[in-house]
Structures are given as C-alpha cells and as structure tokens.
C-alpha cells in the first residue's frame, strides 16, 4: 500500500475554479466551543498536544484485546469511523481497518454510560482497504473499500445481524459516505485523481421508514463553474462497472482531486480533496458547490493533507491531517482554523476516524501507523473536554 502523504500532486487534472463563500448558506457555530479553544499544549503521557483542560487516553491498540475478557484484537491501520448511541446511555465507536488483500473490515468498541469499555468485537471481515465510511440515520455503519471495484457494505455496529454488501452505491475506489437525512439520499466519495462525486437516491423506503439501499439511482456530479457551482446529477449507467470504470461512464463528469472525507450537516454535504488540500460545501437545496477552505489562501498552513471530516456538536467542521504536523484542525465560519488535537512523534503515520460520542464530550481518532509507521501498530484514542 502506498502511503497518502505520496500521493502525486502534480498529476494533470480538471481544476474547478469555485470561489469561496459566493453566498453560500454555511451552518454557524455557537459562541465558545471550539472557536474559543485555547492554543494546544506540549504532548501529554499519550503524546497529544491538547488544549488546556483536554485529557487523553488510548483505548485500543492494534493487534492487542482492548478487554482482556474479550477474544477480539484490535484491528490494523485503523481508519474511518463513527459513533452509535446504545439503550443502556452508553455508545459505540466503530472503526475500519485499511488492510489489502481480504484483510480489512470493520470492528468495534463498546462503552457504558460511565465510558468504560464494555466490549470489543468485530463487525465486517474478508474485505479489503477499507478507508472511510459513514454512519446512517438508522444506525448502520457504511464501510467503503478503497480500491478499484471496490463495495460499500452496510454492518450492524451492534453486531447482531450481518453485513450486507450494496452493489447499487457502486464499484470504485469509494472514499467515504454521508446521508442526507432530509431528503434520504446518499453522497459519496473517489479517491481517485481523476474521481468523482457521486449521489445515490433510493427508489423506495423499507418496511420501518428508512431509505432502501437495495433500490434506487446512483448519479455523478457535473459542476456547472459559468452558473456560480451548479450541479448537475447524471445517472451511472452501469454502477456495477461490468465494462468501464464507474467515474468514466458519463462524459460531462466533473473530476476532483482524490476525494477524501464527507459529513452532512444541516442541509450542507462538506468533503475534503487531498490533491489540492481543499474542503468542499454542497448546498443541498440550491445545488450549488462552493470551496469552503482552500489552503493556498492562508499564509500559515495549519491545515493540510485534508482526508477524514467529522462535525462537532456546536456545527464546526472538523479535519483529519494526512500529512502537515498531524493534527485534527476545525474550520470555524469566517475561515478560522482552530487546531483541536495533534500527535506528536507520529511522523509516518495519520490521523484517520475522527468522531464524537453522542454527548459530544468525548472525541474518538486513531493514529493510523502510530509511533513505527507499521500498519500494525495502529493506536486509538479517546480525548475528553469542552468541545
């Protein structure tokens, strides 16, 4: 596998000339929170720089049980994940595992009300590079695998039923998955060079209410730059791929630079493209696509090597740097970056899975290679403050 930070940015490209903001409608943060975080402090016993206040702790480490109880091993090169709450006041974390070859997946860890570890278990195996993902609104685990032809299968965070694969949400190198809860649709994302962004609407809703992935219409993106960011959906032919590659299928396809992590927050879908360090926004209602940071426009680059997105409770978008100093960096409205936590001492690794607990107190990531740069030797982290 090679590492993100290799990634070539000097391939030929179509470059998307959007300009920020344009009167775009961005959801806004309350006062305080992130936007009133202090600057981060020197490393502490689990080597996190912080903000003063923030406490760390490591819950799980690749190849070690998080619960010596529990026969599951944490899973190698931790990657995308996300939070489900559970009836009993606690949650679970789940986290991909970006190994090749059938050797990812997708496990879990199970906290009680107090935040103690309850469980550990694995939810998805036999699958390969898995990267990102997404949560559902009906609390499923979309994990995506990051290669060519590569599934989305929907996982039980629970563990009581098994994994389905959904042929319909396409074959490409997926990145990562939002849900629109609105309107029940789904965006995705290519981690190609030369990728696509892609929306998939289900035909019907299943017998409980919820968006029926087994039915429905995958579409890609064609932005319209003469009409202020207009997109445009055009149907996939053929998301199984049987001929051509999915991202090549329609012509008019806009193409963007290694699309990394998405997230939906009010009525906005924001993604991340790494080949030119760029945070996206896609108005949901007007159609309409802006870039909502672009990292050639600040003179102190706090944020680059954009790849995982998470929203923090009061609405701020939150990064996960695959490269730069390894930090995970909110971008506050008005274009202010706000460091929230960085690794130190983690120089060949990623900060990957960045989500928040359902109280929003608690911020789950992992360090992807952690301190060796060996997929094996990822950690996982739990930091805990006023976010």
């Given amino acids: 596998m090679i590492s993100r930070r290799a990634f070539l940015r000097g391939t030929v490209l179509t470059a998307l000339g959007i300009t920020i903001g344009g009167g775009l409608r961005l959801a806004h943060s309350r ?25 760390s702790r490591v819950v799980a480490r690749s190849g070690i049980r998080p619960l010596p109880k529990s026969a599951y091993r944490w899973h190698a ?8 709450a559970s009836n009993d ?61 590569g599934q ?21 190198a997926h990145e990562a998955v939002a849900v629109d809860p609105r309107q029940g649709q789904l965006y995705l994302t290519e981690d190609k060079p030369n990728g696509c962004l892609y929306r998939f609407t289900p035909a019907r809703r299943n017998k409980l209410g919820h968006p ?4 429905g219409t995958l579409e890609v993106a064609e932005v319209l ?45 924001y993604f991340t493209t790494k080949g030119d360090d760029r945070v996206w926004a896609y108005d949901v209602s007007a159609e309409r696509i802006r870039v909502f940071y672009d990292h050639t426009d600040h003179e102190q680059k706090v944020l680059t090597g954009v790849d995982n997105v998470t929203i923090s409770p009061a609405g701020d978008v939150l990064v996960a740097e695959d490269g730069g100093d390894l930090q995970i960096v ?27 607990d359902p109280a929003g107190t608690r911020l789950y990531f992992s360090s992807q290679r952690g301190t060796t740069g060996r997929w094996q030797d990822g950690i996982t982290f739990e930091v805990t403050g006023r976010f």
Avoid at 331 to 351: K, T
Wanted: proline share 8%; charged share 15%.
């Fill in 330 to 356: 909110a971008v506050i409205p008005g274009r202010q970056l706000v460091p929230v936590v960085q690794l130190a001492g983690h120089d060949d690794s990623e900060m990957t899975g960045p989500a928040f």
């Fill in 212 to 215: 029926d992935l087994s039915t």
């Fill in 152 to 172: 989305v299968w929907e996982c039980d965070p629970f563990a009581l039923r098994e994994p389905i694969v959904r042929p319909l949400l396409g074959r490409f």
């Fill in 225 to 269: 730059e003469a009409q202020g960011g207009r997109i445009l959906w055009h149907a996939v032919p053929d998301p199984d791929a049987k001929h051509v590659p999915t991202r090549k299928q329609v012509a008019v396809a806009s193409r963007f630079r290694g699309g990394e992590g998405i997230a939906w927050h009010a009525g906005i879908v």
């Fill in 89 to 149: 006041g606690g949650w679970i974390y789940v986290s991909n595992s970006e190994m090749p070859n059938g050797n990812g997946g997708a496990g879990a860890l199970r906290f009680d009300s107090a935040g103690n570890m309850a469980d550990a278990y694995s939810i998805l195996t036999g699958t390969s590079r898995n990267c990102g993902g997404g949560a559902t609104p009906w609390n499923t685990w979309l994990s995506c695998e990051e290669v060519d032809g």
């Fill in 31 to 55: 006062a305080g929170g992130i936007a009133a975080l202090g600057p981060l402090q020197g490393p502490d016993e689990n080597g996190l720089l912080l903000p003063v206040g923030f406490r």
């Fill in 77 to 84: 090169a931790p990657d995308g994940g996300a939070t489900f």
